[in-house]
């Protein structure tokens, strides 16, 4: 497998049982204690996952995040969180977080956690796909997206979600849709959640976000693309 995972936790107790639960399923595992520390490493781009506890002394999880994510890091993240930490969860979800993991947790539960993450990476997109709408242009296979000929900055998750809007052109999705096909049939996640995701693609690709021509939002249904 020899898949790499960065623990950033805290807690001795809890990082020294996740690195060696999971140095037993194979994976290649480092730990650090602070969120400094952590975005180093990240930004060395040596990790295909980061297991991320949001509650870090100095610099906490989401500014770890928030950070990587404006340095141009798209390595894959699940965080760990606490009960009453739901504000916080959604936000991290909202900036492009791949999956969160409440404590306490099972080891099987963050174990296949982890491997559908690793998974969805493993598969990646197909290469050499591209659409087009209005001056939009999609390279799926670089996992990029153009208007005018000027670069979109998207999240992870807004791109998975546009490939799920391009690859379904014409079909109404509902929110139980989205959420599966983004976010996997076990998360656990509001509305909301989708509703973020859209408006801010809606900003990113329509001319008019308000009025938009590509989006289209479905009273009581869901959403369909007519790119």
Known sequence: MNERILVVEDEPTIATGLKDD???EGFSVEVVEDGAAALGRILEGRFDLVLLDLMLPGMDGLDVFRRARLEGDRTAVIMLTAKGQEVDKVVGLELGADDYVTKPFSRRELLARIKTVLRRGRNGPEPGRTYRFGEVSVDI????ASKRGRKIDLTPVEFKLLRVFLENRGRVLTIDDLLREVW????VLTDRVVYTHVHHL??????NPRKPQFLIGLRGLGYRFDG
Do not use: F, I, Q
């Not at 996997?184 to 998360?187: F, L, Q, T, V």
């Not at 809606?202 to 001319?207: P, S, T």
């Open 141 to 144: 296979g670089r996992c990029e």
């Open 202 to 207: 809606r900003n990113k690709l329509e001319e």
């Open 184 to 187: 996997g049939p076990d998360a």
């Open 22 to 24: 999971l140095e037993m």
